[in-house]
């Protein structure tokens, strides 16, 4: 990287923009964190002081008290977010493979079938899948939420699909050679090279997972199975908009583990998210 | 198909629908009966706890005169109408801005990110609190230039109480969504990277000003993913529910100016369970968002350039 001082005018024209935009995105984050700690009645201050008088730890613990069962959402969102990670990575694989590695009649028509189904609007649907569940007797338990992830995901088998393309196929041919059946090609082969997609794949699913509201509000009728995004929505209607140092930490809690995901997977995330885009 | 298939073709059959199984039973159980079954609903006078009763098209002439279902569908036709362009504008700025060699580089590019990340619902009561008439942020850093404004021309100008008033809560939701554009932003900058050095090197040889380079190598090489995003953008926005349901704490907004079709898709099938009716929003939902990409494609068939294609 050049130094500053180096940089022609243009770029450093570009700098000062970005840093004031910069600026612009990060505001409403660092208000919600510090609205977390301040104590009531600084959030009530005109004009808004950024730095809390003395800073309020306790707000966390007693945003997690009034929130009820707020282990319990957690709990929950964790459990569904396990089990549709693994349905998406079973299911999706293997269609994907049978869409990407297989030549079969009829393949390409119900893969573009497949592709089809993206752009069916979920409440489009939802009506008769909820009376499908409904006679399962499955409403108020969490069972609508995870077992059709293992059923596959459109998209992820696009993304799957699209990366099994790319992989080379001599080791495939070798080991069908060598007496393989297409199980042993897929575990042995195909596999160990996807682990970069599996990677966002899952990482896709359990923020869909996480983050999903309209899912859990139609399926889940009692608190105790509610996930942490109904909970949180939950409490802000219990609270009527007055308790903002509560919001905030509670917002702040459900928001915090989805960044350290982030963290630990951002280049595989991004180029994972750049894929999506690519028009090969 | 006229072909008879032969023993090998039998048997690659075979081995493939092993491996698609578990889509297709999804497929069948999971789209395609719903979506047949809710072609039929839509027919149908139906409330989940009684059996179906055909009753034609009756939803359809009811919805062709419910006042409340075209306020709905005004409403998320320019919720989409002012957000998709808005938010392409801004997210391809952006990635323009951050695709060239500059300190810092990976940082700003999180930064402008990370909000696209939140989940709907801390999403929608952060907003909340940053849209507060008397007490948000937004208003905060809105009233001392105001204030300017009417010092200097003798205005009475003051900010708005957003998600309280009918004329600026839309206003209020777009803000929210542009907040997200990191998403299509990481997209574009993908795509910016991708485009050949050499043409630009050879624009420049040919004099080429930096608006001419814009205008003529980098939007068509970016055609594709102008489209991508943008459709998926359109998308996105007509199934707007979580953000505008948490907002209005399962309202509608004032003078319902935050009710969508998803919204009151939802009303109809599980407060009212009224739904036959529900199913027939879902459907003109349906067919707008398919009527739109076709819009879409034929326009871009027209003007988006694929490499080689």
Known sequence: MKPFFHLPWGNLLRVILLTLLAVAFLAPMAWMVSTSLKPLSETMTVPPQWIPSSIQWHNYPDAIQAMGYFWRYTGNSLLLCLLTVAGTLVSSTLAAYGFARLEWPGRNRLFSLCLATMMIPFPAIMVPIYGLFKNLGWIGTLQPLWVPTFFASAFHVFLLRQFFLSLPRDTAEAARIDGCNEWQILWYTVLPMAKPVLLVVAVFQFLATWNDFLGPLIYLTDQRTFTLALGLQSFQSQQGGTAWHHLMAASTLVVLPVIVLFFFTQKTFIQGIATTGSKN | MGRTMSAADLRRLGTGFMFIAPWLVGFLALSLYPFLSSLYLSTCDYSVLAPAVWIGPENYTALSRDPIFWKAAGNTVLFAMVSVPL???????????????????????????????????????????????????????????????????GWHLSPPNWLQDPRFALAGLVLTGIWGVGHPMVIFLAGLQEVPRHLYESADIDGASRWQKLRHITLPMLSPVIYFNGIMALIGCFQVFA?????TEGGDGP??????????LYQHAFEYWNMGYACAIGLFLFALILGLTLVASRISSRHVHYEGA
Do not use: H, K
């Open chain 2, 87 to 153: 938010g392409l504008v801004l997210s391809f700025c952006l990635a323009l801005l951050l695709n060239a060699e500059i300190p810092a580089r990976g940082f700003f590019r999180t930064v402008f990110f990370l909000p696209s990340l939140m989940p709907l619902v801390c999403l929608a009561v952060l907003w909340l609190w940053l849209l507060n008439g008397d007490l948000g942020l937004v208003n905060a850093c809105l009233r001392p230039g105001l204030q300017t404004l009417n010092d200097l021309f």
């Open chain 2, 243 to 247: 953000v505008p349901y948490v907002m």
């Open chain 2, 255 to 264: 003078e319902r100016s935050l009710l969508f079709l998803a919204t009151y």
